[in-house]
């Protein structure tokens, strides 16, 4: 491990799980950045992100609870991830942070602003949706009904295999793949990952069946905290319009499309989303970017609870 | 280091298929910053992600015609092994 990470063991409610830490390479101007990404997150997920990031920022990247660890899974629902993410951070002695809430943690993001708004200085959720995009939702009630894992290996690989092909083709958006960078190296690299960690990753996604039938945001909005809500501009997991029907619960928030992406805009344009990352961060201007969208302010006060478009 | 010239078509000069080669398609199409990225450094510390392997097989199909997976490039112990393994696999291809 390099001098400048470290990773620390964790137990919340009788369930382990991990959190590390990265220093940044220079002196701090910032809170440190959170990063909470979708089901499968380990503590090295973003590692292309992090070598960017780490020159600016020091960055946190747990790996959750896995709720099928716990000694009643019944028990929990996203507020377990909320104290087990306070309770990572206590551990580590950090009092606030950037959140980087990206896919299925930009509600963890969210929740945690508003259940502990001393705890987060500033909100980036991208690839945020109001409820789970329903293909995803479908993948996740086949893998929570599929039987255990059998001995036939053809028969397991070819579940894999189908596995694979059904949560690329969710993530990624095929219809517009010509104007998506890297789109062919994305799906690729997305396709031999899944194949490579089905069983985890399957398992770990079926455990994510407690949050299925539940709104991801909670009424009522959020406010007193800097936002900002992004997504790729041919995201189909998390549309446009749903992003925006996010920001549009947060007062004061911030929203736009990274251009030439999509749900997985952190692959495809990795420079551009960590400039942006940066930038927020440090307070600094979002006009004028030539790879994205111009910055929009959607909140009204009447749009505080958010609907699927 | 194993080296291999690889001819090309036309009147480009030969490929040569060294650490050099590799290394520039991890900093070129990888996007991977070229400082770590020497001979003797792991495929971690050169910052070789799974990203990068798929740009490098990816690009060795499409400059060579070899199909080298993900799975078997990982498993090169530093990226002068990697450029060997390569470099192995278009020697034994041109035969």
Known sequence: MAENERTVSLSWRGIPYECRIVTADR????????????????????????????????????????????????EHDFDTFIDALCHALDELGIERVNFLGVSYGAPLAFRMARAHPGRVARLLLAGATPSLNPAMAVLTRDLVERPRRSDDEDLERTTDEVFAKRIVSILLNSAEADDIDKASTVNRML?????????????????????????????????????????????????????????????????????????????????????????????????????CTPPERPHTPSSAAPVRT | MTAVTRPTDGDDPPEVIDFGYIRDILVDHAALDPAPITPDATLAQAGVDSMALTVLSMTVEDRLGLLVTEAVLAQAPTVAALAGLVAGRAADHAL
Do not use: C
Not at chain 1, 52 to 74: E, G
Not at chain 1, 217 to 229: I, S
Not at chain 1, 262 to 276: K, T, V
């Open chain 1, 27 to 74: 002196p701090q101007t910032t809170e440190p950045l959170l990063i909470v990404g979708g089901g499968v997150q380990d503590v090295h997920a973003w590692p292309r992100l992090e070598r960017r990031l780490t020159a600016h920022t020091a960055v946190i990247v747990p790996k959750l609870p896995d709720l099928d660890d716990a000694p009643d899974p019944t």
């Open chain 1, 191 to 291: 396709h031999r990952y899944f194949m490579h960690h089905a069983a985890t990753a399957r398992r770990y996604i079926a455990s994510h069946r407690l949050l299925l039938d539940q709104e991801l945001y909670p009424p009522g909005g959020l406010d007193g905290v800097p936002a900002l809500v992004f997504t790729g501009e041919h995201d189909q997991t998390s549309t446009p319009e749903e992003a925006r029907a996010v920001a549009a619960t947060i007062s004061g928030s911030t929203f736009l499309l990274i251009k030439n992406a999509d749900h997985m805009a952190h692959l495809e344009r990795e420079a551009e989303y960590a400039d942006l990352v940066i930038r927020f961060i440090h307070d600094r201007s979002l006009d004028g970017l030539d790879y």
